[in-house]
């Protein structure tokens, strides 16, 4: 049977590239428990399930046409747990899993890696994403690529850059590079409540990235005196994520 043709509304660029699957297998299998994002044709999966000695495995996929696909893999051990739903609404208990990996489809990613970095405990993930969005999530205060998705994962976890994966790597070729992303959890991350604080606090604050950082907190959450004071040389695209974190600690009371 035919596959079916990549929707471009689902942002769906198949992955055909083997070497690919290779690295993303040698990660997984360290894990036993593991979620895949958006397996589409099964490049990443077959792969896993060929290599790795995993006890669960979750494939969670929107496009109802790839299920039947999917689902042949039930053939396999372990039998995968074929997923029909949004991975932005995932009904699953990420704390039941160990780690999550997937060709992660563009026109979701932001708000992906936002609801992962904020869970209450984020979990190790390996994603292959758009070039210039992986460099973000690596992008060091100042530098024209930081920016709010930039502060939170950064306060979840340490970033590492893999290598870049050209257009024809995927089928239909996009017009841009991607580039895999590996993400381990921080040993000692903020809070779950105090990183969704930051999440609203950035989300403010980065809505005027260069004006000075003083002047936009003072706007958006009150804050005046001694801590504006700290923020008076400083434009907001050069605060650090520890420094968001202060000025969320310094707002808005206890533990929500």
Not at 150 to 160: N, P, T
Not at 174 to 188: F, G
Not at 190 to 219: D, G, H, I
Request: net charge positive; hydrophobic share 45%; with cysteine.
């Amino acid at each position: 049977m035919e596959a079916p043709r990549p929707r471009r509304s689902l942002g769906q660029n198949f992955l055909r590239a083997r070497w690919v699957s290779r690295l993303f297998a040698d990660w997984a299998c360290r894990y036993r428990r593991l979620l895949e994002i958006g397996p589409g044709l099964g490049a990443l999966t077959r792969e896993v399930l060929a290599r790795c000695p995993l006890s669960e495995l979750y494939l969670v996929e929107l496009d109802n046409r790839l299920l039947a696909g999917l689902l042949t893999y039930r053939l396999l051990a372990p039998m995968p747990e074929v997923v029909h739903a949004d991975a932005l609404s995932l009904p699953l208990r990420l704390e039941a899993l160990e780690a999550v990996y997937g060709s992660i489809p563009y026109n979701i990613t932001g708000p992906l890696l936002a609801a992962l970095s904020l869970t209450d405990r984020p979990l190790p993930a390996m994603l292959l994403l758009q070039r210039e969005v992986a460099q973000r999530l690596a992008a060091r205060p100042g530098s024209k690529s930081y920016g709010r998705i930039s502060v939170l994962v950064q306060l979840a976890y340490s970033v590492r850059l893999g290598p870049v994966v050209p257009p024809s790597a995927f089928q239909p070729r996009p017009r841009v590079y991607s580039q895999i992303v590996y993400l381990e959890p921080q040993e000692e991350a903020p809070p779950a409540w105090l990183r969704r604080r930051v999440e609203e606090l950035t989300r403010c604050m980065f809505s005027q990235r260069n004006r000075l950082a003083y002047k936009v907190a003072a706007r958006c959450v009150g804050l005046q005196g001694v801590a504006a004071e700290e923020l008076r040389l400083r434009r907001v695209y050069e605060l650090s994520p520890s420094d968001f974190l202060r000025l969320a600690e310094n707002t808005g009371g206890d533990e929500k």
